[in-house]
């Protein structure tokens, strides 16, 4: 029997890889099946190292500035001339969620190293990210000067202040440099539907934050070169994809369907026999298209045997198994802490 894995990161406890490998172990100690593993990704944390090593990638390291300035270092991955960058890199959500001072100019760092070092098409992964400043933090980072009511320079905008420009200076932008988003949602920049009102309640905002978020992100488009209010995937990572997209261009894509092409997932696939994906938290919300329910459709398509096995599954029921970490004698702290060995252990009940 050939059996592909093919799983998304357990956020907060395990990586793609590392989830693959706890997997493989598991079924290995059960059956002598040839077992293929590829560690995947939709655009979110783990998708710069996952597109990396389809493309047999190699890792930099750059010093940059986190979510709220503190210098660190972070990783991007490059081949050819392509560097490819996760935005949570450098401005993931942590544990402290104060998106109201949070900014993304960390990650225009980040872009801005990549293409001073001659890295000019730039594949940026959009999820897993802590702020909702319309990307003018990444784009600051990147040359653009944004000025305030009084004509004073914001050198390092936030979500809090994003609301205060009222104009901005594109001249000594960094360039050339060729986007490509990946994302894993349609949201637009603004409104019901966007950044700040779907995704920055999870990051700390307020109610009150969210309405001064939205507000300031239409403010913020009205100084961009291109109205980007409606434009499909422009909410995602708190707006970055919109700020950048506006300024820059590129192409906006689905990273799910970047990694399927590179890995040639459908053709692994429709080779496999049994094919296992997973995910921290499988609910409701996986339904709207993240990794595990596309990786389930396409098994489907090629009438392929399917099993998710995630941190926790609610409500939900689209594969031919369903396993949780979770149950009545482990709970979701434990399934946490100790996701390792029991992800090896019970990714034996899948041949079960």
Do not use: H
């Amino acid at each position: 029997m050939k059996i592909l894995v093919v799983p998304d990161s357990f956020k907060g406890s395990l990586s793609s890889k590392e989830v693959c490998d706890c997997i493989k172990n598991g079924l290995s100690s059960v059956t002598d099946s040839e077992i293929t593993t590829l560690p995947f990704a939709d655009g979110g944390e783990g998708f710069a190292e996952c597109l990396s090593t389809a493309c047999n990638g190699v890792p930099l390291y750059i010093n940059c500035t986190d979510l709220y300035g503190k210098a660190i270092n972070a990783a991007i991955f490059t081949y050819g001339n392509t560097a490819v960058i996760d935005c949570a890199a450098a401005s993931g959500l942590q544990k402290k969620k104060d998106v109201m001072n949070a900014t993304s100019y960390g990650t225009g760092e980040l872009i801005k190293a990549a293409v001073l070092k001659g890295f000019n098409n730039i594949v940026l992964g959009l999820g897993g990210s802590g702020c909702c400043d319309g990307g003018a933090g990444a784009l600051c980072a990147l040359g653009v000067k944004f000025k305030d009511f009084s004509g004073e320079i914001i050198s390092r905008p936030t979500g809090v202040n994003i609301g205060d420009i009222y104009g901005a200076d594109f001249r000594n932008i960094v360039k050339p440099i060729n986007f490509t988003y990946a994302c894993d949602v349609d949201n637009p920049y603004y409104g019901i539907n966007g950044a700040a009102f779907v995704f920055a309640k999870q990051k700390g905002a307020t109610d009150r934050d969210i309405l001064t978020l939205d507000n300031g992100l239409k403010m913020l488009n009205a100084f961009l070169p291109k109205d980007v209010g409606k434009t499909k995937g422009a909410g995602a990572a708190g707006g970055l994809c919109g700020g950048l997209y506006s300024v820059y261009g590129g192409a906006i894509k689905s990273g799910f369907d970047i990694l399927c092409k590179a890995y040639d997932l459908e053709t692994k696939i429709s080779q496999s026999d049994l094919i296992i994906t997973g995910e921290g938290k499988t609910d409701s919300q996986s339904l709207m298209g993240k990794l595990p329910y596309k990786i389930a459709n396409l098994c489907k398509k090629y009438g392929k045997i399917c099993a998710v096995i995630s941190g926790i599954i609610e409500g939900v029921s689209f594969a031919d198994k369903m396993i949780s970490l979770t149950d009545s004698e482990i709970s979701a702290e434990e399934s946490m802490k100790n996701a390792a060995k029991i992800l090896t252990d019970k990714s034996k009940l899948i041949l079960q």
